[in-house]
């Protein structure tokens, strides 16, 4: 028999090198699948994890695949700390896209600098809003914010559908479900000519420096800690429990929404019912990948990034079936929980006869 | 000595000349394709996959085909066709209406790459558009569905109320009311193209509501599978689909692209390839149907085998004057024949149909 012995400490250098140790068990397994499906296992990890670092246009587009991963994954990363289970980021990043497009739409046409602002404003109390919504029944009636969170994330999807079938539909759309195309005031400036880099992407990493003050060098940041790893003296030392569940739900919410609105003023242009594309739950997977800690999610969100788009490269250039890039990139989480685990316990075997 | 350079220079025109005499052959011709769906979703996806196929079946050596399936309808369209663009593809071919900003964009881009949008409408000199008329199918199966009801209630499966579902609906409905005047249409939107769940409870609703016959416009074989458990018929959805409903499947439309594909690609490597907008029905091959399953009576089946033919020759067609808008209000005359354009842009039901489009 065999059983879980916690380690008495585990060492601050493993912890750092285990979502390495993760990578490149992925890269074994991964090339092992590969070879089952008789392709080349080498040039398919070459393909997914080093041709699109070398070429510009793949890099830019990493960026712009990384910043809804990050931004989302950021906030949720404070709730991961304190305990607060935010799963609905995806339906966040929705409403946040939606309330965003709803002032582009209403002011569509209308040239100004002011619109993009107001936008992402818009997309932010929308994203915040609805994490609003598990926030109060948390601390109102207790409810799982698990459960909640998640849920709304079908009701936002469903909202989405019903507004872009109904008052934001293009009215010279044929009755397509989407929106107009928006005009230039409404789309996100582009940084690097002849891509889609948008200003989002510099947001993003301004973020991740924030977030790493506020961790880090703010009592926010302290209390948010010292709840996730002592509740009990979080609460001798006045930590209100209530109060920060509520503003991690906000924060978390607000840059899920924030990421909606970027994704669609920028690269998108308009909104589709297919805006939902699971951001919200991969940035999940980013945020424990990235330990939690604001570089670490950067590193993490651009080596998922990377993943996304060398799998659609290895798709087309090697036949590799897009369901095999999905194991690949579920391995990936797979692996870390693994290496986690050991390396904060360790397996014993258990004698017979010893109790 | 000798030997080793005998080797030498055998390995070197293996490797070097080898290459070399590759070259010199013709170039395959590289054909790239973007999927909405998976390949294996039985439907839409499928079928443009099976056209991908045909062409390597057809040219063999002469093509390289690759594709890339499940992109969803955003931003990321857009970098995987410009991916491909990159890749050296001669042409694309996006299989999905909701490329079209993508498609186009990147048509912009690589102006020496041909590109084809399946459904759409924004054509530029290296953009063309390509459809069927795959409402001369949903006319056959109109027909056949108006002779096989009890109930006189045929149930609908929506996807979104679009010109082009519209004109389906419409297409079978006349169909239907022109062998059984009884006939009733149940209407039910799932706002989605692909959803196994939804397009069950879809069926189920439909089914209680006394639905004998189901038809669909989503991709899904989940309505298939409900007719066959519930003992009622349903057709095939853009693929043969009798493998999830043996019993229950009277036909099928099929979807099928291969004549379409190898057409376009031949005219890519002879040169001759233009930016045009095709929409093929069933005299270009591009609609098919399954075979006529043995439940459907004799007669039923000529009449249904006599309306395919005459819509191959160009002598029937399904949108043939009178014809009322569901206000009551004239649409076409006696004998009249709908125009491309008012299809194309179809947006209210005929006269007969009950419930509103929503809009």
């Known amino acids: 028999m065999l059983r879980l012995e916690p380690r008495t400490s585990a060492s601050p250098l493993v912890e750092a090198i285990t979502p390495v140790g993760a990578v490149i068990a992925t890269m074994v397994a991964g090339g092992c699948l590969f070879a089952l499906l008789g392709k080349n296992p080498f040039e398919a990890i070459h393909m997914i994890f080093v041709a699109p670092l070398l070429d510009p246009y793949s890099r830019s587009e990493m960026l712009i695949k990384a910043t809804p991963l990050v931004l989302i994954a950021l906030g949720l990363s404070f709730g991961f700390r304190a305990g607060v289970w935010n799963i609905g980021a995806e339906g966040?990043?929705?409403?946040?896209?939606?309330?965003?497009?709803?002032?582009?739409?209403?002011?569509?046409?209308?040239?100004?600098?002011?619109?993009?602002?107001?936008?992402?404003?818009?997309?932010?109390?929308?994203?915040?809003?609805?994490?609003?919504?598990?926030?109060?029944?948390?601390?109102?009636?207790?409810?799982?914010?698990?459960?909640?969170?998640?849920?709304?994330?079908?009701?936002?999807?469903?909202?989405?559908?019903?507004?872009?079938?109904?008052?934001?539909?293009?009215?010279?759309?044929?009755?397509?479900?989407?929106?107009?195309?928006?005009?230039?005031?409404?789309?996100?400036?582009?940084?690097l000519e002849g891509s889609r880099v948008h200003v989002?992407?510099?947001?993003?990493?301004?973020?991740?420096?924030?977030?790493?003050?506020?961790?880090?060098?703010?009592?926010?940041?302290?209390?948010?800690?010292?709840?996730?790893?002592?509740?009990?003296?979080?609460?001798?030392s006045g930590v209100n429990a209530n109060r920060l569940t509520v503003i991690c739900l906000a924060l978390s919410g607000s840059l899920a929404g924030l990421a909606g609105i970027f994704e669609v003023a920028g690269p998108i242009g308009q909104l589709q019912p297919s805006l939902p594309v699971g951001y919200g739950f991969t940035a999940i997977i980013v945020a424990f990948l990235g330990r939690l800690s604001p570089i670490g999610i950067l590193l993490a969100g651009l080596v998922m990034a990377l993943t996304y788009i060398g799998g659609e490269t290895a798709q087309f250039a090697l036949g590799i079936p897009k369901a095999a890039i999905s194991v690949f990139q579920g391995m990936l989480l797979f692996f870390l929980l693994a290496a986690d685990l050991l390396t904060r316990y360790r397996i014993a075997r258990i004698r017979r006869g010893v109790v | 000595m000798t030997i080793l350079r005998n080797t030498l220079v055998a390995a070197a025109l293996v490797l070097g000349f080898g290459a070399a005499a590759q070259a010199q052959d013709e170039e395959p011709v590289r054909v790239g394709f973007i999927y909405v769906g998976p390949i294996g979703d039985f439907g839409w996806s499928y079928q443009h996959d099976q056209g991908r196929l045909a062409l390597e079946e057809t040219f063999g050596e002469a093509v390289e085909t690759s594709y890339v399936e499940s992109v969803p309808e955003?931003?990321?369209?857009?970098?995987?066709?410009?991916?491909?663009?990159?890749?050296?593809?001669?042409?694309?071919?996006?299989?999905?209406?909701?490329?079209?900003?993508?498609?186009?964009?990147?048509?912009?881009?690589?102006?020496?790459?041909?590109?084809?949008?399946?459904?759409?409408?924004?054509?530029?000199?290296?953009?063309?558009?390509?459809?069927?008329?795959?409402?001369?199918?949903?006319?056959v199966i109109g027909l056949i569905a108006g002779r096989m009801t009890k109930s006189n209630v045929i149930g609908y499966i929506g996807s979104y109320p679009i010109p082009e579902v519209i004109r389906g609906i419409n297409a079978?409905?006349?169909?239907?009311?022109?062998?059984?005047?009884?006939?009733?249409?149940?209407?039910?939107?799932?706002?989605?193209?692909?959803?196994?769940?939804?397009?069950?409870?879809?069926?189920?609703?439909?089914?209680?509501?006394?639905?004998?016959?189901?038809?669909?416009?989503?991709?899904?074989?989940?309505?298939?599978?409900?007719?066959?458990?519930?003992?009622?018929?349903?057709?095939?959805?853009?693929s043969n689909m009798a493998n999830f409903g043996p019993d229950a499947q009277l036909t099928a439309i099929i979807d099928n692209w291969a004549p379409y594909y190898i057409q376009r690609v031949q005219e890519v490597m002879d040169g001759t390839?233009?930016?045009?907008?095709?929409?093929?029905?069933?005299?270009?091959?591009?609609?098919?149907?399954?075979?006529?399953?043995?439940?459907?009576?004799?007669?039923?089946?000529?009449?249904?085998?006599?309306?395919?033919?005459?819509?191959?020759?160009?002598?029937?067609?399904?949108?043939?004057?009178?014809?009322?808008?569901?206000?009551?209000?004239?649409?076409?005359?006696?004998?009249?024949?709908?125009?491309?354009?008012?299809?194309?842009?179809?947006?209210?039901?005929?006269?007969?149909?009950?419930?509103?489009i929503p809009q």
């Open chain 1, 92 to 191: 966040q990043y929705v409403m946040g896209g939606l309330a965003g497009s709803a002032v582009a739409l209403a002011f569509w046409n209308v040239e100004g600098a002011w619109l993009l602002p107001l936008m992402v404003l818009a997309g932010m109390a929308g994203g915040c809003l609805w994490a609003m919504i598990p926030a109060v029944l948390k601390v109102r009636f207790n409810a799982n914010e698990i459960l909640v969170s998640l849920m709304l994330v079908y009701v936002a999807g469903l909202f989405l559908s019903a507004m872009v079938s109904g008052p934001l539909k293009d009215p010279q759309g044929f009755n397509f479900p989407q929106s107009r195309l928006f005009h230039d005031s409404a789309r996100l400036p582009v940084l």
């Open chain 2, 172 to 238: 079978a409905y006349l169909a239907a009311k022109s062998v059984n005047p009884d006939v009733q249409f149940r209407i039910v939107w799932s706002n989605t193209w692909f959803d196994p769940a939804l397009e069950a409870d879809a069926a189920k609703t439909l089914i209680e509501q006394g639905a004998d016959v189901l038809m669909q416009h989503t991709d899904s074989t989940a309505a298939m599978t409900i007719a066959e458990e519930q003992g009622i018929f349903a057709f095939g959805q853009a």
């Open chain 2, 273 to 356: 390839w233009s930016s045009t907008d095709t929409w093929g029905g069933i005299g270009s091959g591009m609609v098919e149907f399954a075979d006529l399953s043995d439940k459907i009576p004799a007669d039923v089946q000529e009449e249904a085998r006599t309306a395919m033919e005459a819509m191959a020759a160009g002598t029937l067609h399904p949108f043939t004057g009178p014809i009322n808008k569901q206000d009551g209000s004239p649409w076409l005359k006696e004998g009249e024949v709908a125009d491309d354009a008012t299809l194309l842009g179809m947006n209210f039901y005929v006269e007969g149909i009950e419930g509103v």
């Open chain 1, 200 to 236: 989002g992407v510099l947001v993003a990493l301004a973020a991740v420096v924030l977030a790493q003050v506020l961790l880090h060098r703010h009592m926010f940041g302290f209390n948010v800690r010292l709840l996730g790893q002592a509740p009990r003296a979080a609460a001798f």
């Open chain 2, 74 to 139: 955003g931003a990321d369209a857009e970098r995987v066709l410009r991916q491909m663009a990159q890749a050296g593809n001669d042409i694309i071919f996006a299989t999905s209406f909701g490329y079209m900003n993508s498609v186009v964009n990147v048509a912009k881009q690589f102006p020496d790459v041909k590109f084809e949008h399946a459904t759409g409408y924004q054509r530029a000199d290296n953009l063309a558009t390509y459809s069927s008329r795959f409402y001369e199918g949903r006319h």
